[in-house]
């Protein structure tokens, strides 16, 4: 944790990269499990973080897929971006052994309001640009939306967070259950592999 919040790096995939990355302090580390995605993890790989917490990201996969690979992958958390309702976050959460991340797309207020509905059922909600396709689109949104959340939940910032923002994250008036932040694509050398010294700069600024 910095300064209270929570700090996740989304769309690992190799070995050596999620050693590095982990070696720096993050609380959690995401692995994709959606095909289409060019973050797509095929196999375990070579190290799996032992510190930090493992997140599952999945896209309309059946409970079966993902009660399989929360075992094969010793998840921790499931961050689910579908069309996933309210009675399948609670039913993962009461029998997968894990927390539940529910995704939402956000570009206002209306958008926002859509978690309403599985208050009670997810340990954390994640609020990231709203997108034609599943998945992130590494560009921001209008984060002074978040002033209506009124919701429990608490959350993580996700979408288009990048290396230069920590001074607004730290400056920016948030609700109080704002978690922490997702950092996925503007800290990558190439999809799926996360260039350290980003990641790093990135968490002295939030830190100063």
Known sequence: MINGKLI??????????????ESLGVDMMGFIFYPPSPR?????????PQKAKRAGVFV??????????????????????????????YFLRECGGVKVMKAFGISDEESLHLSRSY???CDMYLFDTKASSYGGSGKKWDWSVLSSYRG??????????GPDDAPALKEGKFPKTLSGFDLNSRFELSPGIKDAEKVEKFLNELKA
């Open 119 to 121: 208050e009670g059922t």
């Open 40 to 48: 797509y993890v095929k196999e375990v790989p070579t190290y799996l």
């Open 152 to 161: 429990k939940t608490p959350f993580l910032l996700s979408g288009g967070i």
């Open 8 to 21: 996740k790096v989304c769309g690992m995939t190799l070995g050596e990269n999620i050693l590095e990355v």
């Open 60 to 89: 309309n996969s059946s409970i079966e897929e993902i009660l399989n690979t929360i075992d094969s992958f010793k998840l921790d958390i499931i961050q689910l971006h579908g069309n996933e309702t309210p009675e399948q976050c």
